[in-house]
């Protein structure tokens, strides 16, 4: 048996992400670095989270802040250096905290030597490591393909007379993955941090590795989205979710299975992101577990939302496991996004959602600030500093509101972030008020409900690895499921809505409340009272 087959901690975990530019500066240049993630790390523990994510913090020209990697074995600077990562992560270790890390591999920097190198010519022993096609006879671009960050996916080179492929930004170009010697560096790359020894991988935009080698126009798109841009006009199906990704996808976890650790997939599709994560981590032998942005795109909260992405989950797979997110470093954080108003802010819808997020079969992703209930910053043209915010303005300001500075002490300048300079982004007035230190001192703050939650769904082996089962509850605004485990059920009912709401209760309610806190629910006279954003806990016969 592998080392992987006996060691499944991902499943049901709940792991914190941390974009290291903003979690803590300790050398004053308004950046955060790895010294601030490693003295913060007890803070980590504390939530009773099982492990940590951590967005890119290699060597990278920072185009795309370090999702366009130069060098996959270092650490960037700004950030620290290789000692540092090894003290991180023995820290973490010892506070019992498993480390996953950012694999950025379907593209890179167009600064790493793989590429100056590709660039050179036609005859190099790397010319067919990124996606060089000619151009058409009038000199345009191969196909009809665009960048998810504007404009085409092609830029030309006038040193080998070619158009290049990039997904993003013209500074990331795409590996060519139909190339075996590429996957095998790639592989490589990944050892390096294996054998440092940490516990997994988060990869990005897992799902865009391969190409169609026909170079084949996407179609259009019949129904459009929410964004104006070209992008979301064509249907995918050339550019990226390949069938030759299922081939790579096994050999990767081949690498991972002789480690004992773990991948989680990004499955960046708007239309069958759900699919296609059941599909990428079942058979025990691809990805371990996979996340979409089903969540991550809800604006309106309602059951048949939530319900919805699970049961299609469910459906497409028996032996997958699904992982959750409501809010990450790509989109406008959901405290927000899903409020009444664009920055606004409820303690109690924010409480709510980690309540949820961490009772649905599956692993939950829980970004910086989500245990503080952060609103989302709003951010004016002149401090943007996200290419896409730059590329969508008016119409969208970017990612830069969800990335802000984390709020550590709100009677601090900077709210503790930083002692020197000015932060790369600003943070938000509404922040310093719900920084860390002002939470802990409050019993029913956002930050101690976090505590007390992640305590007590330790306890409870239905809400870590039980099946999971939705009710009719006749209110689109009311979720209610069961989950089971070992012979114990746990009934949990969830308030969407911003009003107080009542429920049937079910007969075969056992005993008082599973779980209390203020915002808890009350169930009398066989009916289920929810204040605002509310939720019930009860065990079942």
Not at 55 to 72: E, L
Not at 141 to 167: K, L
Not at 378 to 396: M, N, R, V
Request: glycine content about 10%.
């Amino acid at each position: 048996m592998s080392k992987s087959a006996k060691n499944d901690w991902w499943r049901g975990a709940v792991i914190y992400q941390i974009y290291p530019r903003s979690y803590l500066d300790t050398n004053g240049d308004g950046i955060g670095d790895l010294k601030g993630i490693t003295e913060k790390l007890e803070y980590i523990a504390s939530l009773g989270v099982d492990g940590i994510w951590l967005s890119p913090f290699f060597t990278s020209p920072q185009k795309d802040f370090g999702y366009d990697i130069s060098d996959y074995k270092d650490v960037d600077p700004q950030f620290g250096n290789l000692a540092d990562f090894d003290a991180l992560l023995a820290k973490a270790h010892s506070l019992g905290l498993k480390v996953i890390i950012d694999q950025v591999i379907s593209h890179n920097s167009d600064q790493h030597p793989w590429f100056k190198e590709s660039r050179n010519g036609r005859d190099n022993d790397k010319a067919n490591w990124y996606i060089w096609a000619d151009p058409k006879i009038d000199g345009t671009p191969p196909n009809n393909w665009q960048s998810v960050f504007g404009g085409s996916a092609w830029t030309y080179d006038i040193r080998r007379r070619q158009y290049y492929m990039h997904n993003f930004l013209t500074e990331q170009p795409d590996l060519n993955f139909h190339e075996p010697a590429v996957q095998d560096a790639v592989l490589n790359e990944c050892r390096f941090w294996l054998d440092r020894g940490v516990d997994g991988f988060r990869l990005d935009t897992a799902n865009y590795y391969f190409h169609d080698k026909q170079l084949r126009d996407n179609p259009a798109k019949i129904e459009l989205g929410s964004f104006p841009e070209p992008y979301g006009m064509q249907d995918h199906i050339y550019d990226k979710n390949r069938p030759e990704n299922i081939a790579f996808l096994k050999r990767l976890r081949g690498l991972l299975n002789e480690y004992g650790a773990m991948t989680v997939g990004e499955i960046g599709d708007r239309d069958i992101g759900v699919k296609l994560s059941a599909e990428y981590s079942s058979g025990g032998d691809k990805l371990h577990t996979t996340y979409n942005f089903r969540y991550l795109r809800i604006t309106d909260l309602t059951a048949k939302a939530i319900r919805g992405a699970v049961e299609e989950f469910e459906k497409a797979t028996k032996d997958g496991w699904a992982s959750w997110a409501f809010s990450n470093h790509d989109v406008p954080r959901a405290s927000s996004r899903m409020h009444t108003e664009k920055f606004g802010h409820d303690p109690g819808l924010s409480r709510m959602l980690t309540a949820l997020l961490c009772s649905l079969r599956g692993t939950a992703f829980m970004y910086q600030g989500e245990e503080l209930g952060l609103p989302e910053v709003e951010i004016s043209f002149d401090q943007i500093q996200d290419p896409f915010g730059k590329f969508l303005y008016p119409h969208w300001a970017g990612r830069d509101g969800c990335r802000t500075p984390m709020p550590w002490d709100g009677a601090k300048d900077h709210a503790g972030f930083t002692a020197g300079k000015q932060p790369w982004l600003p943070i938000g007035k509404d922040h310093f008020p719900l920084a860390v230190a002002q939470q802990e001192k409050g019993a029913d703050s956002t930050l101690n409900f976090t505590r007390n939650f992640m305590n007590w769904r330790k306890t409870r082996s239905e809400l870590v690895s039980g099946e999971i089962e939705f009710h009719d509850t006749g209110d689109d605004k009311i979720l209610g499921f069961t989950r089971r485990h070992n012979g114990q059920a746990l009934y949990c009912l969830f308030n969407l809505s911003a009003s107080g709401k009542t429920v049937a209760a079910p007969k075969n309610i056992s005993g008082p409340p599973a779980f209390t806190a203020p915002q808890s629910g009350n169930e009398k006279n066989g009916k289920i009272e929810l204040p605002p954003y509310g939720f019930f806990y009860a065990n079942i016969k």
